[in-house]
């Protein structure tokens, strides 16, 4: 297939005038900004050097784990129950730092432990993989290997946490570049690279055409398969490689984590389309929602909103944002 | 370390020896006696003492709790803002659903706004050291509750070591020296858990005919009861009927779902676990109930410390702050417990 190399986020929707998709793919970034611009005025440590890069370090493994998320939406479509989803993500995660943090206990170096995790973790995205493209269900065959992924991560680890020392993870934990913490580069490098495969390549462009229309897809000469396989294989490794970074964060790998971190990464990876005038999900907007959705803990407990409220609060944020976003979608029809 | 106890819980062990004289209680009784229910609010010198704590007007204090999921924990976070607003301070306060990635997030949060002093509540000491690292070296003064940190101003917590050994023995002459016992190996990294954990190996040590059944059982911070109900049921498939003489845990959320599995059969296991959970002391009430022994933390007592050394090192009186305030356990029985319960209003 000859692949017209507009990127598909910046189409714009059918049917609809060019003057208001513009508004529309602004509302997102509008309501966020007035979020965030709320924290800025209700706390004058928010716009800080250092909450920033607080805020940055918190985003990363959600990002970077949301981004791998996000491409196999993008390969699978956004339907949650039929579309492409990866429930695997954070048990992989837990896995992948468990693999890492027990090899680096035996005297691997960090580097090599890091590349073991992430090994592990790919290995189970290509099992992913292969059952979503033999016909299984996506919701229903990673929600078997993020069974297989706990129960691994509960047998090495003996549900004991396993702590990690050196050089290495002490460097992934606190290093910083020009004031912005290593990890949160790290974040940026990823989303940079996987937003130009998806939003510039004619490769990320058929990966849109299989997610949205697998049917016409394969009338115009694409296999499916081939873009949801390398999907749910990308997105293990980048969960893997989140979860080793989880590790060097908490000095430790730690059972169960992985059931803790899932939820936020479908969260970031779904309300990138919230930056999308088309309402897609996309790579841009996933590391954005990411920062966002760490800003919104940060902020909210620089408000000094009580601990138990800031759940509430932050979906109600959140679902405002979505609702605003759908509700000018709707009125472009 | 320095480790020193306040001057209430002197007086309230001065009371506790004499109750003991003239009670004729014997002090070579092996189980210790449980002891006398005396709420921090029942002790006048206590009470005098919390009284000419200096103002915290003025003062920001961040809290970072682990959880509110279990009695102690919730009572504690709470008890502790409501000390500190009445001494002037504000509070901000945060805790971590149990997930350790946002306890860090929340120490690193509160960090920012650069309080006057730091409270962490229960946590993991692996996971949570780097972010008090940072909590020094931003020059905040940090205090703990049942927290051991190389940073911590001041730690507040129970007698962890009394409490271990106790529950420890206290099972050991249940049993009458003899039998075979489920342990439950809670969370090394959680300072009170592994003071109590090495206190009943150390305590079992003097007992070689009592056994632990391999492998220990791992209970779960989040959904325990359910969880463990679960294990002890798969563990008395497992095992021969009989085997099974006692369950140890260094909390009580695993044994109250041990309880839900054992009472229905009427088996005689007794069960041994530490904080009192509200679930815990009803099954221990229970004369039918296999639960036999918990310990009740003085949750005001800890907090209204917690916050007087706060005030007191923001004073300037760091002389006056212990590393380490312990607060004294009581233990509860089938016997005393509707009396504990009544007392404490627990």
Redesign the interface.
């Known amino acids: 297939m000859s692949a017209t190399l507009v990127p598909v986020d910046e189409a714009p929707a059918p049917g609809a005038s060019r003057t208001k998709p513009r508004l529309a793919a602004w509302i997102g970034y509008a309501g966020i900004t007035a979020v965030l611009l709320l924290f800025a005025f209700g706390s004058p440590f928010f716009l800080t050097a250092s909450n920033i890069a607080t805020i940055l370090t918190q985003a990363s493994v959600f990002g970077i784990a949301g981004v791998g998320l996000a491409i196999v939406i993008i390969a699978g479509g956004d339907d949650v129950l039929n579309g492409g989803i990866d429930l695997s993500t954070g048990a992989v995660a837990g896995l992948a730092g468990t693999v890492t943090a027990l090899a680096a206990a035996a005297g691997t170096p960090g580097m090599v432990a890091v590349l073991y995790g992430v090994l592990v973790a790919t290995a189970i995205g290509v099992v992913n993989g292969l059952s979503v493209t033999l016909g299984l269900r996506p919701l229903l065959a990673t929600l078997a290997t993020m069974g297989v992924a706990a129960s691994l991560e509960l047998v090495f680890s003996q549900n004991l946490k396993i702590a990690v020392t050196g050089g290495f993870f002490e460097a992934a934990r606190g290093s910083v570049l020009f004031g912005i913490p290593l990890v949160a580069w790290l974040m940026a490098l990823i989303g940079a690279a996987v937003w130009w495969v998806y939003g510039k390549t004619s490769w990320g462009v058929n990966s849109y055409a299989v997610g949205q229309n697998p049917t016409a897809a394969q009338v115009a000469g694409l296999d499916p398969r081939r873009y949801r396989l390398a999907s749910y294989v990308l997105s293990s490794a980048l969960a893997g490689l989140a979860g080793t970074l989880l590790v060097a964060r908490l000095s430790a790998a730690v059972p169960g984590i992985g059931t803790q971190i899932l939820l936020d990464i479908i969260l970031v990876a779904y309300m990138s389309m919230i930056f999308s005038r088309r309402r897609l999900v996309s790579v841009v907007g996933t590391v954005l929602a990411a920062v966002f959705v760490a800003a919104l803990d940060n902020g909210l407990t620089l408000l000094g909103v009580a601990s138990q409220w800031v759940g509430a609060a932050k979906g109600l944020l959140i679902l405002l944002v979505l609702a605003s976003v759908t509700l000018r979608g709707r009125k472009n029809r | 370390m320095t480790r020193t106890r306040p001057n209430a819980l002197k007086v309230l062990a001065s009371a506790m020896a004499a109750a003991t004289l003239l009670t004729g209680c014997s002090l070579k009784e092996p189980r210790p006696e449980i002891a006398p229910v005396v709420a921090q609010s029942s002790n006048p010198q206590a009470e005098h003492k919390l009284d000419n704590v200096p103002s915290l007007k003025g003062k920001k204090v961040g809290i970072a709790?682990k959880d509110?999921l279990h009695d102690y924990s919730r009572v504690v976070y709470q008890q502790i803002q409501e000390r500190i607003k009445e001494l002037g301070g504000e509070v901000?306060?945060?805790?971590a659903?149990a997930?350790?990635?946002?306890h860090?997030?929340?120490v690193?949060?509160?960090?920012?706004?650069?309080p006057d002093a730091i409270v962490v509540i229960l946590g993991?000491a692996?996971?949570l050291?780097?972010a008090l690292a940072k909590v020094d070296a931003a020059g905040i003064p940090l205090f703990t509750i049942d927290f051991q940190s190389e940073y911590s101003k001041n730690n507040v917590t129970s007698d962890n070591w009394n409490v271990g050994t106790t529950l420890a023995r206290t099972m050991a002459e249940d049993l009458h020296g003899k039998g075979k016992i489920l342990v439950f190996n809670g969370f090394?990294?959680v300072t009170p858990c592994r003071i109590r954990y090495n206190s009943l190996n150390l305590v079992l040590e003097d007992y070689p005919n009592i056994e632990k059944i391999t492998p220990e059982l791992?209970d779960?911070?989040?959904g325990t009861i359910e969880d463990a109900k679960n294990q002890i049921q798969d563990q008395l498939r497992r095992l021969p009927e009989g085997e099974v003489d006692a369950i140890w845990s260094c909390w009580d959320m695993p044994l109250i779902g041990a309880a839900q599995a054992i009472d229905p059969t009427g088996g005689d296991i007794k069960l041994y676990g530490v904080d009192a959970e509200p679930g815990a002391l009803d099954l221990i009430a229970n004369p039918d109930s296999s639960y036999q022994f918990t310990v009740a933390q003085p949750t005001k007592q800890i907090a209204a410390a917690s916050a007087t050394n706060i005030a007191l090192f923001l004073d300037g009186q760091t002389d006056l702050v212990p590393s380490t305030s312990y607060a004294e356990p009581i233990f509860v029985d089938k016997d005393n417990v509707n009396q504990v319960r009544h007392d404490n209003g627990i």
């Open positions: 709790a509110i901000i306060a945060t805790q659903e997930k350790d990635e946002k860090v997030s929340d690193e949060n509160l960090i920012t706004q650069s993991d692996q996971t050291t780097p090394p990294g791992q779960k911070y989040e």
